[in-house]
T-cell receptor
Framework: DVKVTQSSRYLVKRTGEKVFLECVQD?????MFWYRQDPGLGLRLIYFSYDVKMKEKGDIPEGYSVSREKKERFSLILESASTNQTSMYLC??????????????FGSGTRLTVV | GNSVTQMEGPVTLSEEAFLTINCTYT??????LFWYVQYPGEGLQLLLKATKADDKGSNKGFEATYRKETTSFHLEKGSVQVSDSAVYFCALIQYSSASKIIFGSGTRLSIRP
């Protein structure tokens, strides 16, 4: 069964820590995405990547960075975690050229709490 | 710009009731339309899709028809179950959008036994 795997379901970090959220997909997808989900705000795109070593800012990139050194792995980095980054983080992937037919495949999410 | 508007939640229904969750969109050209479902504590799953006007997507008893004349893609189910309790997201993608899907804000559905 093809899937997107996020390394942690729950994470608690302290303010000021550097936090890494990992996402791995086994579908050979070119496109990968990071969203955060907050009550009343829906899904907001943080960063996305169309290929290895490529990255594009989404709608809310401030306070985040990303890394894509291998096609299957897309990491989200919180350089200095703050309490307003407490959220559910969702990773997704899709096949270039087929997204309009098949949409995204999502991971199960990482619920991050910054204290 | 492109956007998706879906009905505010939460929506609470009794088991076996008829469900409609409204979704309208704004887009140029001919987008593909999706409904995603998010069960408690999980990520989003693709529920159904339609890629051109008048297409009907269906899955697990849910249906939605792509209506270009009303720019709508309403989700319906004839008889809901407790297990349908989840958050439902309407979404669109345009071919020219470089693979970026635009999501609605989500509608929480709760089904009473």
């Amino acid at each position: 069964d093809v899937k997107v795997t996020q390394s942690s379901r729950y994470l608690v970090k302290r303010t000021g820590e550097k936090v890494f959220l990992e996402c791995v997909q086994d579908m050979d997808h070119e496109n990968m995405f990071w969203y955060r989900q907050d009550p009343g705000l829906g899904l907001r795109l943080i960063y996305f990547s169309y290929d290895v070593k490529m990255k594009e800012k989404g709608d809310i990139p401030e306070g985040y960075s990303v890394s894509r050194e291998k096609k299957e792995r897309f990491s989200l980095i919180l350089e200095s975690a703050s309490t307003n980054q407490t959220s559910m983080y969702l990773c997704a992937s899709s096949l270039r050229g087929d997204t309009q037919f098949y949409g995204y495949t999502f991971g199960s999410g990482t619920r991050l709490t910054v204290v | 710009g492109n956007s998706v508007t879906q009905m505010e939640g939460p929506v609470t229904l009794s088991e076996e009731a008829f469900l409609t969750i409204n979704c309208t969109y704004t887009a140029t050209g001919y987008p593909s339309l999706f409904w995603y479902v998010q069960y408690p504590g999980e990520g989003l799953q693709l529920l159904l899709k339609a890629t051109k006007a008048d297409d009907k997507g269906s899955n697990k008893g849910f249906e939605a028809t792509y209506r270009k004349e009303t720019t709508s893609f309403h989700l319906e189910k004839g008889s809901v179950q407790v297990s349908d309790s989840a958050v439902y997201f309407c979404a669109l993608i345009q071919y020219s959008s470089a693979s970026k899907i635009i999501f609605g804000s989500g509608t929480r559905l709760s089904i009473r036994p």
